[in-house]
């Protein structure tokens, strides 16, 4: 099964805490105040000395208490995955001209999950850049055309010229 999140909890002061270990994210006190179904589900995960693991399910997440082994398991898992594709290993594809450090910035924040402005004139290779950086990383494209987009304030002006929004999965 392919985990989206494992949470491993502790307490620390009297208050529930925890850290999702595929992501590296700590859960913080505002996340536990804006879901106490979380903090319900963390409690039980250190009360049973297990890790919560999340799995996608249709639209939504499946909860579920798996054991160190098996979050081991899936974390040595993810590991090696992740070493084929990163932007630590990542060198600009030889069908392609681009800078190695833009290359790397580029490869980078997708990875992070940042968001990137790229400008340029037609053709110079925006878009093509943006496949190949998600091929390398493994990563699919949602490609949404923008070009009929109309800013509000400015209907009655020339067309924004917004033309295109690309999303990672």
Known sequence: MQYEQIIDGYYEGGEVKGIDMLNFKPLTKDYF??????????EKAINTQTYLAA?????RLGWKFITKEEAD??????????????FDSSTPPKDF??????????????EKGKN????????????????????????????FNLGASR??????????SYTTLFTFR
């Open 33 to 42: 105040k804006s879901r106490p179904d979380m903090k319900q589900r963390v």
């Open 55 to 59: 799995y996608q399910r249709g639209t």
């Open 73 to 86: 398991q899936h974390l040595e898992l993810k590991a090696t995955v992740s070493k084929k594709n990163t």
């Open 97 to 110: 001209y681009i800078d190695e450090l833009k290359w790397k910035f580029l490869v980078r924040n997708i």
């Open 116 to 143: 990137i402005m790229m400008t340029g004139p037609s053709g110079c290779g925006k878009t093509d850049a943006t496949f190949k950086a998600a091929e390398a990383l493994g990563r699919e494209v949602m490609y």
């Open 151 to 160: 800013s509000v304030e400015h209907s009655n002006d020339c067309l924004r």
